[in-house]
């Protein structure tokens, strides 16, 4: 579908829209395996831990039992065992407003129409890289500069562990509040993962004048591949919505029918990856009571939830439609099973524990879910004062009884990626997926390290489950598989972490205010334990492997921006690279990213 529509995609898409076309019409076309069965039967996975700096992985790999390590990739987690191992750059745009001061967050359009691509370039605007412009402040804040924020490894580190705390990094001449500085967020990362351009923070795949970009997803399908994408959060929140639309700002989740110009009316009607699985169910989405149900559609419009679950194998999509429920993981499976890639036959799945912000449910670091149904952000806007601990019960519902039907009525990511395999892999013409850990992310925002280690053991279990299905099925060489983060956060372990986390546990370490006695902390002060809620511009691992895999011959590169060449940084890749290594398996080394 993608290659018959395309450049003119949007306008054909809103044509669509305003003619009100019957299901026949948008979904009739041939689906991409009868495009284009020339794919090369090679298949791509990107694992994305959210917020997954060196530092997250640390602490899973400590709480799974191995002793404190200082640097390098470290052991313990089923990705540290890939032979491939850099870092890579995660920086985005910055971009003056009216009042001359650089934001993170501005596109080069005015916004003062709020479609997509409809605002005029801002007065004077016209892109220029250099010299690099990290500003002072977490969203920019300098008032000259170029346009891109850049990275400097003399004042962050050349490596994610060096520094290894804010201290050492006064003690030898770093600057610990640097990486603070014009931070990236996830939809300008994953952007660029997806289709090597660098955008400002809120770009869902456009470029900094919102033009939509081409993806990789989208490269995948014009040569033949189903495509997925998987996510323990919102299907429609930022790093799956960035391969599934292309709209101006991440927000903009769902509309009703037949409007476009958003996340998910995008993803279901326009870019159509074959499985789509996640969370961002209504049922009590973000209810902080004692009592349910209540249904809030904050990632799902009433009208597009009630049109696919009336009509979970008949709706205006084209998706078999499943949601939480009874035995909600061998239902899943089951339906993986029957269905088929090449026959035009699409997966979506909408998941989400109640009261816990739409995602899976929170397995906690001993796996226990005693932390599922809580609220997700309670514990840095509370400075740990007044985390949440009420679930919304149904009528005579116990909590135990709550964690036990959350668990049961929702996948895991492990399950969600073991299906989308299980579809995807019976196109003979390959397949790329994306798989992204969303709520380590949710967890770090949260300053809670029990959630982080427990939604970094629920990530590694899910490369686990990837890693043994490759090599059942073709081994390296059919296979590419890249596992990095999108953003770091700045989290700091102490020395005593491994032997407090041994003797307290990671929900002790969590209500723990004082930074010495939690063995951790957040945030470039040692002596405040809730000292930073967001991210950082600190270079993240990638770890990878794969016959076809060409992201070793980037490290140290530069890359083109906007017809500009921009210099790298010595020992590690950029995220463009990411961009290139996967198109280069799918496609062939050499070729350029293109914008629709």
């Given at each position: 579908?993608?290659?018959l529509l395309?450049?003119?995609?949007r306008?054909?898409?809103?044509?669509?829209?305003s003619?009100?076309?019957?299901?026949?019409?948008?979904?009739?076309?041939?689906?991409?395996?009868?495009?284009?069965?020339?794919?090369?039967?090679?298949?791509?996975?990107?694992?994305i831990?959210?917020?997954?700096?060196?530092?997250?992985?640390?602490?899973?790999?400590?709480?799974?039992?191995?002793?404190?390590?200082?640097s390098?990739?470290?052991?313990?987690?089923?990705?540290?065992?890939?032979?491939?191992?850099?870092?890579?750059?995660?920086?985005?745009?910055?971009?003056?407003?009216?009042?001359?001061?650089?934001?993170?967050?501005?596109?080069?359009?005015?916004?003062?129409?709020?479609?997509?691509?409809?605002?005029?370039?801002?007065?004077?605007?016209?892109?220029?890289?250099?010299?690099?412009?990290?500003?002072t402040?977490?969203?920019?804040?300098?008032?000259?500069?170029?346009?891109?924020?850049?990275?400097?490894p003399?004042?962050?580190g050349?490596?994610?562990?060096?520094?290894?705390?804010?201290?050492?990094?006064?003690?030898?001449?770093?600057?610990?509040?640097?990486?603070?500085?014009?931070?990236?967020?996830?939809?300008?990362?994953?952007?660029?993962?997806?289709?090597?351009?660098?955008?400002?923070?809120?770009?869902?795949?456009?470029?900094?004048?919102e033009?939509?970009?081409?993806t990789?997803?989208?490269?995948?399908?014009?040569?033949?591949?189903?495509?997925?994408?998987?996510?323990?959060?919102?299907?429609?929140?930022?790093?799956?919505?960035a391969?599934?639309?292309?709209?101006?700002?991440?927000s903009?989740?769902?509309?009703?029918?037949?409007?476009?110009d958003?996340?998910?009316?995008?993803?279901?009607?326009?870019?159509?990856?074959?499985?789509?699985?996640?969370?961002?169910?209504?049922?009590?989405?973000e209810?902080?009571?004692?009592?349910?149900?209540?249904?809030?559609?904050?990632?799902?419009?009433?009208?597009?939830?009630?049109?696919?679950?009336?009509?979970?194998?008949?709706?205006?999509?084209?998706?078999?439609?499943?949601?939480?429920?009874?035995?909600?993981?061998?239902?899943?499976?089951?339906?993986?099973?029957?269905?088929?890639?090449?026959?035009?036959?699409?997966?979506?799945?909408?998941?989400?524990?109640?009261?816990?912000?739409?995602?899976?449910?929170?397995?906690?670091?001993?796996?226990?879910?005693?932390?599922?149904?809580?609220?997700?952000?309670?514990?840095f806007?509370?400075?740990?004062?007044?985390?949440?601990t009420?679930?919304?019960?149904?009528?005579?519902?116990?909590?135990?009884?709550?964690?036990?039907?959350?668990?049961?009525?929702?996948?895991?990511?492990?399950?969600?990626?073991?299906?989308?395999?299980?579809?995807?892999?019976?196109?003979?013409?390959?397949?790329?997926?994306?798989?992204?850990?969303?709520?380590?992310?949710?967890?770090?925002?949260?300053?809670?390290?029990?959630?982080?280690?427990?939604?970094?053991?629920?990530?590694?279990?899910?490369?686990?489950?990837?890693?043994?299905?490759?090599?059942q099925?073709?081994?390296?060489?059919?296979?590419?598989?890249?596992?990095?983060?999108?953003?770091?956060?700045?989290?700091?372990l102490?020395?005593n972490?491994?032997?407090?986390?041994?003797?307290?546990?990671?929900e002790?370490?969590?209500?723990?205010?004082?930074?010495?006695?939690?063995?951790?902390?957040?945030?470039?002060?040692?002596?405040?334990?809730?000292?930073?809620?967001?991210?950082?511009?600190?270079?993240?691992?990638?770890?990878?492997?794969?016959?076809?895999?060409?992201?070793?011959?980037?490290?140290?590169?530069?890359?083109?921006?906007?017809?500009?060449?921009?210099?790298?940084?010595s020992?590690?890749?950029d995220?463009?690279?990411?961009?290139?290594?996967?198109?280069?398996?799918?496609?062939?080394?050499?070729?350029?990213?293109?914008?629709?």
């Amino acid at each position: 579908m993608i290659p018959l529509l395309g450049r003119h995609l949007r306008w054909l898409a809103l044509l669509c829209a305003s003619l009100f076309c019957t299901t026949s019409f948008v979904l009739g076309l041939p689906t991409p395996s009868a495009l284009a069965a020339n794919g090369n039967n090679t298949n791509v996975i990107l694992m994305i831990g959210d917020g997954m700096g060196w530092e997250m992985a640390r602490a899973a790999a400590i709480a799974k039992g191995t002793p404190l390590y200082n640097s390098g990739k470290g052991r313990g987690l089923s990705f540290q065992n890939l032979s491939g191992y850099t870092f890579a750059t995660t920086y985005g745009t910055t971009i003056p407003g009216a009042d001359g001061v650089y934001s993170t967050g501005n596109s080069a359009l005015d916004n003062s129409n709020l479609e997509t691509g409809q605002s005029p370039v801002r007065p004077g605007f016209s892109f220029n890289p250099l010299p690099f412009n990290p500003g002072t402040t977490p969203t920019g804040g300098s008032t000259s500069g170029g346009n891109l924020v850049g990275y400097d490894p003399q004042r962050g580190g050349p490596n994610p562990w060096t520094p290894i705390s804010p201290t050492q990094a006064a003690a030898n001449g770093f600057d610990n509040e640097y990486i603070k500085f014009s931070y990236p967020d996830s939809a300008n990362t994953a952007t660029t993962l997806y289709t090597g351009v660098k955008s400002y923070n809120n770009a869902i795949a456009v470029d900094v004048f919102e033009r939509d970009l081409v993806t990789i997803r989208q490269i995948a399908a014009e040569q033949g591949k189903s495509t997925g994408l998987v996510t323990s959060v919102p299907i429609d929140h930022a790093t799956p919505g960035a391969a599934e639309a292309t709209v101006n700002r991440r927000s903009k989740y769902d509309n009703d029918f037949p409007a476009l110009d958003n996340i998910l009316q995008e993803a279901l009607r326009i870019y159509q990856p074959t499985v789509l699985l996640g969370g961002g169910h209504p049922l009590d989405f973000e209810n902080r009571t004692n009592v349910g149900p209540v249904y809030q559609y904050t990632y799902i419009k009433e009208s597009t939830y009630n049109e696919l679950s009336s009509k979970p194998n008949n709706n205006r999509y084209g998706y078999t439609f499943l949601e939480r429920g009874p035995d909600a993981a061998q239902k899943l499976l089951d339906t993986a099973r029957g269905l088929e890639p090449e026959s035009g036959d699409r997966l979506l799945g909408l998941y989400g524990a109640r009261g816990q912000n739409g995602n899976l449910p929170t397995s906690s670091a001993n796996g226990d879910y005693s932390n599922t149904g809580l609220d997700n952000f309670s514990v840095f806007s509370t400075q740990g004062q007044n985390p949440d601990t009420v679930r919304p019960l149904s009528p005579g519902e116990t909590d135990a009884q709550f964690i036990a039907r959350e668990v049961a009525e929702n996948p895991t990511l492990e399950d969600l990626t073991n299906a989308a395999l299980e579809v995807l892999s019976k196109d003979k013409d390959g397949f790329w997926l994306m798989v992204e850990g969303g709520d380590i992310d949710w967890a770090a925002h949260d300053n809670n390290i029990d959630n982080l280690i427990g939604t970094m053991n629920d990530f590694d279990k899910s490369v686990q489950a990837v890693i043994d299905w490759i090599n059942q099925n073709g081994g390296w060489q059919k296979n590419v598989l890249i596992v990095t983060a999108d953003h770091d956060h700045y989290l700091t372990l102490n020395d005593n972490f491994p032997q407090l986390l041994a003797q307290k546990g990671a929900e002790a370490l969590t209500n723990e205010d004082n930074p010495a006695a939690a063995g951790h902390f957040w945030g470039s002060d040692p002596n405040v334990k809730y000292g930073w809620g967001s991210h950082t511009n600190r270079i993240v691992p990638v770890y990878f492997q794969g016959g076809k895999s060409t992201l070793s011959n980037y490290i140290g590169d530069g890359y083109n921006a906007y017809g500009f060449d921009v210099p790298g940084v010595s020992g590690a890749v950029d995220q463009v690279h990411i961009f290139q290594a996967m198109r280069d398996a799918i496609t062939g080394p050499g070729r350029s990213a293109a914008r629709r």
